[in-house]
Every structure is written in C-alpha cells, then in structure tokens.
C-alpha cells in the first residue's frame, strides 16, 4: 500500500487501516459461518414471508444439488438470474456458488436484444428468469448457449393459499405474464423438491475464483462482464461492515431489518447484502419500490437501516405520505449508485434525524472505494477511501500527481477486479495494478476526494450507468436514420436522462416511430427521454462528433 494515506487520520476509532486477512475461503464459507451462527434469525424476507438463515442454507443446497445432478452444470459454468428481489434471488444465487458456478446478474427488464448480448458475451448455459419476462427468452435462446431453464413465478415461495393468490393475480388479473413456449423448461419450485433428494458434492472454491461476472459498460460501448473473485466481494464486505453498523444513531445488531429496495443484480445491494448477512439482520426485499404507497406501507413498520439512491430517498421526502415512514427504530441509511444531493442529504436529516452516509464505487471494484463515513462527511466530495485501499489522481502516463491537482481517479486494493472478462484488459490498469476508474478528481489536504468531472461521456441515470456508443449504435440502426449522437441531460427525478440528437435520413421519420423503436431495443432507464431532430451534428474536422458541444446547447430536461 501506498504511504501517502492523509485520509487514514480521519478514521474513527472503530475504523482500521487495514482489513484483517480472513480464514474464509468464499462466499459460500461466509453465508455457512451465518447459517450456523444465525440459524432462526430471518435471514430474508418478501412480501410477508420470512425465510431463517437455516432454511435458506437447506434451501440454497438443495437447488446446488439439483444444478450438480440433474442440471449436469460443473464447476465454473456461468449461470445467469434474471429475477426482481424476492426470495427465490438469495436461494438460487447462493446455491450456483456453494455448486461453484458463476453467477451472471442480468436486469429482469433487459430486452431480447440486451439480454441476447450478455448471456452470448458470458457464456452462460443455465438461467433462473421469472416468468414474467421469460416470453423475452423465448425470442433470443435459440442464439445462445442456453439448455437449463429455470421458471419462477413471483409467488412460488410465499407457499400456500398466498402462493396461489399471488401467482393467479400476476398472470389473470394484472395480466403481466405474456404467453411464453420454452422447451424443457422447469419450474424453479420443481428443482427444489428435486434437489432434497438429490446429494450436493461441495466442490472446492477458492478465493481468486470467480464468483460473480458484473455487466457494467467498463469506460465505454457494449457491456462486458467485470470479473469479480469470493476475494473481491468478501474484501469489500469486511472494508465497509464497519462503516455501515457503526452511526450516532446506534450499532446494527442480529435480528435488525435492513430494508433492500435496490435490484440484488446491482452491485451495490448485492455486497450490501453480504454485508448485512454477515451481521445476521434480517434482509427485507422490496420487489417494487417504484410503487411508492406500497413501499412507505413496508417503511410504516419498525426497520433499523435502509440502503438507496438519490432519487429513492427524493421520492420519499417529497411524497404526501411521508409521515408515515416509521423512523424510530433507525439508526442508519446509506446512498450509493449516483451522488446524493446535498438538499436530499438536509432534508432527510431534517426530517428523520438520521444522516444518510453515501459510498462512491464501481461495479468493477465490488463495489465501495471511498465512503462518506458518519459524522465526517464533507458535502460536495465522495468522501475518503475505505481501509485496505490505495487510491491515486494520475496523469495519461501513470504518473501520480500532488494533492490538488486534478487527474484521473484510480484504485488498487484487494476489492478491484482482475478485469473483464475474456476481453484485452491492457489499458484498463497502470502498471497492472493501478484500476483507472474513468473519472476525473482531486483529493485535498485531509484526504477527501471530490469528481470534477465525468466518466468520459457516459450518462448516469438513477444510479444505472448508460453508455453512448451502444444508444447510438442501436438507433443508427433505424432505416429512416442518417445520424445520431447521445448525451445526458440534467434532470431533476434521475440526475440525468438521454437525450438522442438524430440527423433524418428519410423526412417522413416522426418522434413517435423513434420512440416506439426505443422501446422494443431499451431497458427503460436506457430509452432517450429527449429527441431532438437536427440538420446536422457538430463535428470535429476529423469528423468526430462533438456530444461537448451539444451538451453545451442543452438544457435540463422538463
């Protein structure tokens, strides 16, 4: 590690330098420590179904002995789980690593063409989908490797009369299952009863194994999978846990709820949730935060920590139900995923008496590098760097420059991935080891660090990175279309919005048939919000387009 530590005098007293090296070999040893150690506390719970620490140990066992058996799946095959949060997410995530496969986190609202990309790109050859998008599936498996799949329906773990409710409700009165045909699938429900039967062989998992391949758009372009080891995310568990269950407001303590309104396939509330395990809280699932009355119904009961993003907790402070968030039993919140406002940092404190403590990373480091750490936080920077991690402001050579001048941010410790997978790794560290993060920073004299600028011209949307080059790869596919250019644009629900600049091939082509374009190539949070029809686009004389200058011509967005 680096010497030039300032940001370590800042520390409190329960935050070391440096993480203890730990016996634990994987994830898998990690979440059996808990089951033991936590046995009938609730490890999970959804929409009123509360699962132990002990039965999802049985549980996620008993789907691993099904992926060795009767799947035939072997030891780092990738898997991928397209799943909102509910309970079947931990079972099948845990029980694809204690069978020692690799878990691809896929988003459940991916279109075909996304989907496609990644399950193509890793190499997947099994999936747990839910039902509800498994019509999406049916239109790209056939150019995949795809032969095991796993359908759930989203109240096959709630049991009973509340099972079938749920299920029938889903799919005959809300009408969100499309009629799908996929040949050989199972149900995931199917695959449990089998697996009890069945016995699980634990294979022999190792720390630099893969554990996770995290799609992000790297710097640039199409997704590629961040290769993530049983290292990298039990190291970032151990760097933050002390930070999270430490505040004013009191330690977290086993039995706690900790309420997950963020997707486990993102990052962020993947390793919190590891996190939260490895203190024996209970981790309470929200599967649709969008629907606000609904989520401040589960925030009316007592709960003790929450993570989030900006616009989630912006949603909260200025619904007309607010008062009826039950906050007397909190002791901390977290943000992540995209900066928090300062006004959102106030009003929440303002309002709940809780200081909402924002960590910044990278889907490539796990993801926590830096954390505004309770009671120490410096509004406007991104905090300081967590123990055990070197972070540098570089130069274009490498070369580490004083405090104060401004350079690119990079990171080295022991939660930074190796690189992406199956993909030329060269230029994305310094001196093989130096991670270059793509944002522009500067660290002060007490060892904080503040962004000044952006990740080249990736967009951040709520928290979701989206790049240009794939927005404008995909809509340059339109007949009707000569040129196109994407940027974000300020907005102040998401912190940013796409914004599509688009030069006409044929006149006769309208907002509405780009729109309707858009819908069927993008997740949502990808989809321009803005479209704006232009004569010609900016360019360098090179002929390069310059997405500065329409930034520059643009405003925030309505």
């Not at 990736?458 to 809509?475: A, C, Q, R, T």
Request: hydrophobic letters at 40%; charged letters at 20%.
């Amino acid at each position: 590690m680096s010497t030039n530590r300032p940001w370590v005098a800042q520390y409190p007293s329960y935050l070391p330098a440096e993480i203890s090296e730990t016996s634990v070999q994987s994830l898998v040893e990690l979440c059996a420590e808990n089951s033991k150690k936590f046995a009938q506390n609730t490890a999970f719970e959804n929409m009123g179904r509360k699962m132990s620490y002990q039965e999802l140990d049985k549980l996620s066992s008993a789907f691993a002995a099904y992926l060795q058996n009767s799947a035939k799946l072997k030891q780092g095959d990738r898997i991928a789980i397209q799943l909102p949060n509910t309970l079947q997410y931990p079972i099948a995530m845990i029980g694809a690593l204690k069978a020692g496969l690799i878990v691809v986190n896929t988003n459940p609202l991916y279109t075909p063409r996304e989907m496609q990309h990644q399950f193509n790109d890793s190499g997947a050859i099994a999936i747990v989908i839910l039902a509800n998008f498994a019509s999406n599936l049916q239109k790209i498996v056939g150019q995949t490797s795809i032969k095991t799949i796993l359908v759930t329906e989203l109240g096959d773990m709630l049991g009973g009369l509340k099972k079938v409710i749920t299920n029938f409700v889903v799919k005959k009165v809300k009408k969100l299952v499309p009629p799908f045909q996929l040949d050989g699938a199972i149900s995931f429900s199917q695959a449990l009863e089998s697996g009890k039967g069945q016995k699980f062989a634990a294979p022999t998992i190792k720390k630099e194994d893969t554990a996770f391949l995290q799609y992000t758009g790297g710097t640039t372009g199409l997704s590629k999978g961040a290769v993530l080891s049983h290292r990298n995310v039990i190291s970032n568990v151990l760097q933050v846990q002390p930070i999270l269950n430490n505040s004013a407001n009191g330690v977290l303590a086993p039995e706690d709820v900790a309420i997950i309104p963020l997707p486990l396939y993102h990052i962020y509330a993947l390793t919190a949730t590891f996190v939260y395990m490895n203190g024996g809280l209970n981790n309470l699932l929200v599967t649709n935060p969008r629907d606000l009355p609904g989520f401040i119904k589960i925030l009316s009961k007592p709960f003790h920590t929450m993570i989030g993003v900006n616009t989630l907790y912006n949603g909260l402070l200025n619904h007309p139900q607010f008062s009826e968030i039950n906050t007397k039993a909190v002791k901390s919140c977290s943000a992540g995923g995209m900066a928090l406002q300062e006004v959102v940092f106030k009003r929440w404190l303002e309002k709940t008496g809780i200081r909402i403590s924002e960590g910044y990373g990278l889907s490539e480091t796990s993801p926590v590098l830096t954390y505004q750490i309770p009671g120490k936080e410096k509004m406007g920077s991104i905090g300081m760097p967590i123990p055990s991690t070197d972070i540098a402001i570089m130069d274009d050579d490498g070369n580490e420059l004083p405090t104060g001048e401004i350079g690119e941010l990079c990171a080295k410790g022991p939660q930074v991935f190796s690189g992406y997978w199956q993909k030329d790794n060269s230029s994305v560290f310094h001196k093989g080891v130096w991670f270059k993060t793509g944002d522009i920073a500067v660290m002060d004299s007490e060892g904080f660090f503040k962004i000044v600028d952006r990740k080249k011209d990736m967009i951040l949307v709520s928290g979701f990175n989206v790049y240009p080059n794939e927005i404008e790869g995909v809509v340059a596919s339109h007949p009707k279309v000569l040129e196109v250019a994407a940027i974000g644009v300020s907005d102040a629900h998401s912190g940013e919005v796409v914004k599509i600049c688009v030069v006409k091939r044929d006149s006769s082509l309208t907002e509405e048939e780009l729109r309707e374009f858009c819908k069927e190539n993008f997740t949502s949070y990808k989809r321009p919000k803005l479209i704006e029809f232009l004569t010609e686009l900016p360019k360098t004389n090179v002929g390069k387009i310059l997405r500065r200058s329409l930034r520059e011509n643009t405003g925030v967005a309505a």
